[in-house]
Protein backbone atom coordinates (compact mmCIF):
# COMPACT_ATOMS: atom_id res chain seq x y z
CA UNK A 1 0.00 0.00 0.00
CA UNK A 2 1.42 3.29 -1.13
CA UNK A 3 1.23 5.75 1.61
CA UNK A 4 3.57 8.39 0.78
CA UNK A 5 3.74 9.84 -2.79
CA UNK A 6 6.35 12.14 -3.88
CA UNK A 7 5.91 13.87 -7.54
CA UNK A 8 7.89 17.03 -8.94
CA UNK A 9 11.32 16.04 -9.78
CA UNK A 10 13.38 16.84 -12.68
CA UNK A 11 16.13 18.31 -14.96
CA UNK A 12 16.61 22.12 -13.52
CA UNK A 13 19.92 24.45 -13.98
CA UNK A 14 22.18 26.01 -11.77
CA UNK A 15 20.16 28.86 -9.84
CA UNK A 16 16.69 27.71 -10.88
CA UNK A 17 13.98 26.30 -8.95
CA UNK A 18 12.07 23.32 -8.13
CA UNK A 19 8.99 22.27 -6.20
CA UNK A 20 8.41 18.79 -4.64
CA UNK A 21 4.97 17.82 -3.52
CA UNK A 22 4.24 14.61 -1.21
CA UNK A 23 0.61 13.16 -0.89
CA UNK A 24 0.01 11.23 2.09
CA UNK A 25 -2.27 8.98 3.07
CA UNK A 26 -5.46 9.95 5.47
CA UNK A 27 -3.93 7.57 7.54
CA UNK A 28 -0.49 9.05 7.52
CA UNK A 29 -1.85 12.91 7.10
CA UNK A 30 -3.75 12.42 10.54
CA UNK A 31 -1.86 11.04 12.69
CA UNK A 32 2.16 12.09 11.67
CA UNK A 33 3.91 13.60 14.62
CA UNK A 34 6.86 15.20 11.53
CA UNK A 35 6.97 15.00 8.27
CA UNK A 36 9.58 16.07 5.71
CA UNK A 37 12.27 15.33 3.07
CA UNK A 38 15.72 13.51 3.05
CA UNK A 39 17.71 13.34 0.08
CA UNK A 40 20.34 10.66 -0.87
CA UNK A 41 23.16 11.77 -3.42
CA UNK A 42 25.61 8.79 -5.23
CA UNK A 43 28.28 7.35 -2.37
CA UNK A 44 27.05 9.57 -0.27
CA UNK A 45 24.57 9.18 3.19
CA UNK A 46 21.10 10.40 3.44
CA UNK A 47 20.71 13.59 5.08
CA UNK A 48 17.81 15.65 6.02
CA UNK A 49 16.68 18.60 4.07
CA UNK A 50 13.38 19.94 5.85
CA UNK A 51 11.27 18.95 8.29
CA UNK A 52 7.78 20.22 9.52
CA UNK A 53 5.91 19.33 13.18
CA UNK A 54 2.26 18.86 13.00
CA UNK A 55 2.45 22.33 15.17
CA UNK A 56 3.90 23.96 12.52
CA UNK A 57 7.42 24.10 13.24
CA UNK A 58 10.25 23.49 11.21
CA UNK A 59 13.96 22.72 10.74
CA UNK A 60 16.46 22.77 8.04
CA UNK A 61 20.15 22.38 7.68
CA UNK A 62 22.78 25.35 6.89
CA UNK A 63 23.38 23.94 3.39
CA UNK A 64 19.87 24.62 2.42
CA UNK A 65 18.39 27.58 4.79
CA UNK A 66 17.16 30.15 3.23
CA UNK A 67 17.02 28.39 -0.51
CA UNK A 68 14.34 25.69 0.98
CA UNK A 69 11.07 26.11 2.14
CA UNK A 70 9.08 23.26 3.72
CA UNK A 71 5.23 23.96 3.53
CA UNK A 72 1.75 22.07 4.05
CA UNK A 73 -1.72 22.48 2.39
CA UNK A 74 -4.09 19.97 4.99
CA UNK A 75 -6.95 20.29 3.07
CA UNK A 76 -4.47 18.54 0.32
CA UNK A 77 -3.18 15.78 2.56
CA UNK A 78 0.21 17.24 0.99
CA UNK A 79 3.74 18.54 1.96
CA UNK A 80 6.34 20.44 -0.33
CA UNK A 81 9.57 21.41 -0.76
CA UNK A 82 10.06 24.85 -2.11
CA UNK A 83 13.84 24.60 -3.77
CA UNK A 84 15.55 27.53 -5.12
CA UNK A 85 18.64 29.15 -5.69
CA UNK A 86 19.94 25.10 -6.67
CA UNK A 87 23.47 23.96 -6.97
CA UNK A 88 24.74 20.87 -8.22
CA UNK A 89 25.61 19.96 -5.23
CA UNK A 90 21.63 19.89 -4.46
CA UNK A 91 21.70 16.55 -7.08
CA UNK A 92 20.17 13.92 -5.14
CA UNK A 93 17.06 11.87 -4.68
CA UNK A 94 14.57 13.21 -2.23
CA UNK A 95 12.74 11.47 -0.06
CA UNK A 96 9.39 12.61 1.52
CA UNK A 97 9.09 10.98 4.82
CA UNK A 98 6.48 10.74 7.79
CA UNK A 99 6.88 9.91 11.66
CA UNK A 100 3.84 7.95 12.53
CA UNK A 101 4.11 4.54 14.38
CA UNK A 102 7.20 4.60 12.84
CA UNK A 103 9.26 6.29 10.28
CA UNK A 104 7.03 5.25 6.57
CA UNK A 105 8.96 6.42 3.32
CA UNK A 106 8.03 7.45 -0.18
CA UNK A 107 9.67 5.97 -3.17
CA UNK A 108 11.39 9.31 -3.96
CA UNK A 109 12.05 11.43 -6.99
CA UNK A 110 15.06 12.58 -8.62
CA UNK A 111 16.83 15.95 -8.50
CA UNK A 112 19.51 17.06 -10.72
CA UNK A 113 20.72 20.55 -10.92
CA UNK A 114 23.19 20.47 -13.82
CA UNK A 115 23.71 23.47 -17.15
Known amino acids: QVQLVESGGGLVQPGGSLRLSCVASESIFSRYVIMGWYRQAPGKQRELVAAITREGNTNYPSSVKGRFTISRDNAKNTVYLQMNSLKPDDTAVYYC????????WGQGTQVTVSS
Open 97 to 104: YADVSGRK
